[in-house]
């Protein structure tokens, strides 16, 4: 009988493991977490009545896999579309709380750029190219948008997805369609046009904005042969997709998982190294004991997967432990409803770095689902850190909650102390896919060909979101698969 191990029961692992025993039955499939607890960063914690998530708020319907997942596990009665509400976010300019606009219409009337900034934007179709190279998600946005709208816009789009720097994250890696948009029509404007029309006409897959590729670093898919075509329809631009969890938050997800593995799972198993051993190898715990099996998927982040592998696999080891990381604080914060002034009448508010506060921006959670806080209660979460603020996760809990009280006070008109807070802290939080990221992962790539029936799944190649990963581990489980037919 094949073996598998899968190590790291974040998502990842968790729907790795599962897709690998779906199927293959003949398989046997051991996942190990070092932690007592399965999800990583993924899930949720019921405390007097609220939900609060650990990491992701939820995940958007606009690619199928996802979806796929949630109904094979029986779960789609489960699931808890976001109030309509939450499709109205806002972003904090001068003091203000400022609607993102949705329409070109809406557009035209905000204040969220000076009218030399909307006409910038507006001209967007006449400006030319930019040279052959790698872009920044910065020096992109100057070219096509021009610099307010850069300011103003991206850099709050790359925070809210990477907590990142706007100048250093790479638009080919981090946003692969926006690249391919410019380099097939010219211009974001001409492509989006172009992309309407072909869904109005139910047109070919041609006619894509991003050329059929979907995961955030093209090419191969690591060990296994090439990336398989998708199989789903062209999926919805983000702002068109509805953002989906649980009455009990992603935490469901996560214990459905769990079951549907059962004793496949092994919990508080640090490994602390893999080891070849015959013609596969072996995970050896920090106690020593040893699991031993044909092929083994490192489901955890890639500084971690580095000091797995820092004797067996010495180049890969560097090439992984290369790929950044941004720190992360998520606070989850309880008040009753008549503590806040705000009506919190959307689903939250992000921050260019230009605007003077440390935190990132702000969820309403309870706003988008109602069910996550108890009667006459609302449920907000800020976040603190980022690419551009490590110190901050230094601070204590206590010290990450004062600061985000004392910003978010004059911005949500709260008072007095909140009735419940959480903080949940990642000193490695979200990987930065930045410039030079496509060639860090073309190097593992490389090294794990030279490494059969070793395969690297998590968040740190090709995509940082929950649908990324599941989609990710879908693709990783036929890899093994064919590792091991062949």
């Known amino acids: 009988m094949p073996r598998t191990i899968v190590i790291g029961g974040g998502i990842s692992g968790l729907a790795t493991a599962y897709f690998l025993a779906r199927d293959d039955p003949g398989m046997e499939v051991l996942l190990l977490e070092a932690a007592p607890r399965l999800g990583g960063t993924l899930g949720s914690e019921r405390?007097?009545?609220?939900?609060?998530?650990?990491?992701?708020?939820?995940?958007?319907?606009?690619?199928?896999?996802?979806?796929?997942?949630?109904?094979?596990?029986?779960?789609?009665?489960?699931?808890?579309?976001?109030?309509?509400?939450?499709?109205?976010?806002?972003?904090?300019?001068?003091?203000?709380?400022?609607?993102?606009?949705?329409?070109?219409?809406?557009?035209?009337?905000?204040?969220?750029?000076?009218?030399?900034?909307?006409?910038?934007?507006?001209?967007?179709?006449?400006?030319?190219?930019?040279?052959?190279?790698?872009?920044?998600?910065?020096?992109?946005?100057?070219?096509?948008?021009?610099?307010?709208?850069?300011?103003?816009?991206?850099?709050?789009?790359?925070?809210?997805?990477?907590?990142g720097d706007v100048e250093r994250l790479s638009l080919p890696a981090a946003f692969p369609r926006l690249a391919e948009m410019e380099a097939r029509h010219g211009s974001l404007f001409k492509a989006?046009?172009?992309?309407?029309?072909?869904?109005?006409?139910?047109?070919?897959?041609?006619?894509?904005?991003?050329g059929g590729q979907v995961s955030a670093a093209p090419g191969a898919d690591g060990p296994g042969g090439p990336k398989p075509p998708e199989e789903e329809p062209p999926p919805e631009p983000p702002f068109r997709a509805t953002l989906h969890s649980f009455p009990?938050?992603?935490?469901?997800?996560?214990?459905?998982?769990?079951?549907?593995?059962g004793k496949s799972v092994r919990r508080v198993f640090a490994v602390a190294q893999v080891v070849r051993d015959g013609r596969g190898y072996a995970a050896v715990g920090a106690s020593?004991?040893?699991?031993?099996?044909?092929?083994?998927?490192?489901?955890?982040?890639?500084?971690?997967?580095?000091?797995?592998?820092?004797?067996?696999?010495?180049?890969?080891?560097?090439?992984?432990?290369?790929?950044?990381?941004?720190?992360?604080?998520?606070?989850?914060?309880?008040?009753?409803?008549?503590?806040?002034?705000h009506p919190l009448d959307g689903f939250g508010f992000l921050v260019p770095r230009d605007q003077g506060l440390r935190i990132l921006g702000a969820i309403w959670a309870s706003s988008a689902f109602p069910p996550h806080a108890p009667p006459g209660m609302v449920s907000i979460r800020s976040l603190v850190g980022g690419a551009r603020d490590h110190d901050s996760i230094d601070l204590s809990d206590e010290a990450i909650l004062a600061l985000s009280l004392d910003e978010l006070r004059p911005?949500?008109?709260?008072?007095?102390?909140?009735?419940?807070?959480?903080?949940?802290?990642?000193?490695?939080?979200?990987?930065?896919?930045?410039?030079?990221?496509?060639?860090?992962?073309?190097?593992v790539e490389r090294r794990l060909w030279s490494l059969p029936g070793l395969f690297?799944?998590?968040?740190?190649?090709?995509?940082?979101?929950?649908?990324?990963?599941?989609?990710?581990?879908?693709r990783k489980a036929r890899a093994v698969l064919e590792h091991l037919r062949r």
């Open 47 to 163: 405390v007097e009545g609220f939900v609060l998530e650990r990491g992701a708020h939820g995940f958007l319907d606009n690619v199928p896999q996802t979806l796929e997942l949630v109904r094979e596990l029986d779960l789609s009665p489960r699931l808890l579309p976001a109030a309509p509400a939450a499709r109205r976010r806002f972003i904090y300019k001068g003091g203000r709380l400022l609607p993102l606009p949705r329409s070109l219409g809406g557009f035209l009337r905000s204040p969220l750029l000076s009218m030399r900034g909307r006409l910038r934007v507006l001209s967007e179709p006449l400006r030319a190219r930019g040279a052959d190279g790698e872009d920044s998600v910065g020096s992109f946005g100057r070219r096509r948008l021009g610099e307010e709208a850069t300011r103003i816009l991206l850099d709050p789009l790359v925070t809210g997805i990477f907590a």
């Open 288 to 341: 020593g004991a040893r699991e031993a099996a044909d092929a083994v998927v490192l489901a955890v982040p890639a500084h971690r997967a580095s000091a797995l592998l820092s004797t067996t696999a010495h180049e890969l080891s560097v090439s992984l432990e290369a790929i950044p990381y941004s720190p992360i604080a998520v606070v989850c914060l309880g008040f009753a409803r008549e503590d806040v002034e």
């Open 411 to 443: 911005v949500l008109g709260l008072r007095g102390p909140p009735r419940l807070w959480r903080v949940y802290r990642y000193a490695k939080g979200i990987p930065q896919y930045n410039v030079g990221h496509s060639r860090r992962v073309e190097a």
């Open 456 to 474: 690297l799944g998590g968040n740190s190649c090709y995509g940082v979101g929950l649908n990324d990963c599941v989609r990710d581990a879908r």
């Open 248 to 261: 009990e938050g992603l935490e469901e997800l996560v214990g459905a998982l769990s079951s549907r593995l």
């Open 192 to 210: 989006m046009l172009s992309v309407r029309r072909a869904r109005q006409r139910g047109g070919p897959r041609a006619e894509r904005p991003d």
